[in-house]
């Protein structure tokens, strides 16, 4: 890149949207996703859960691509502190509606960052007794990792950038983006 583009490249005026992975891309690695978990656990029924709000595009193409039987319900989380830094405290803000004992479980979520959200709901889930309790995520920014948390279903691994699109937001706008992108603020003047 010349100097003149590189600079007009890093001066960002207005806050954008740069294009990461399009919606072809996207459907592609979620059919895949959705015929891998059917060939893992044949014949049985699958309940999806989804962490609100993030995880609800992806959860409805994942529960579109996986044959047979498939249940969803929801759970909500917030994280206390500033919404960038993970605290790693996790606040329960609404329950699943029924119980998961004895069943496949399959936690869906947009993004794997820190992994201290799933951390904690993997350990409130796993004393209700599920006979399988697994991982999906969209994206994994395994460079943040903190807590010892693997995804067993990953759309795409990403760079340690923020994201936005496909049900990840920024204060809650992007979610509807039918692709993901790295969300560029303004430079400060
Ligand atoms: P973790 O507990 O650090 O793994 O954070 C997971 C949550 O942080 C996700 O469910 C997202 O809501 C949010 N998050 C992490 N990285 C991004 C990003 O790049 N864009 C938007 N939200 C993000
Ligand atoms: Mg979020």
Redesign the pocket.
Known sequence: MSGKRANAANKVKKERVRPLLTRGRIQKRIRELGRQIRKDFLGEPILLIG?LK?AVPFLADLARQIPGEVTFDFIAVS?YGKDTK?SGQVKLNKDLDSSIEGKTVLVV??????????QYLLRILQQRKPKHLRIAVLLD?VERRIANVHGDYVGFVIPNE???GFG??FAERYRNLPHVGILELPTPE
């Open positions: 962490v993030g994280s993970s979520e947009d993004i794997l960052d820190t992994g201290l959200t799933l920014k923020f994201v936005v990840l937001d």
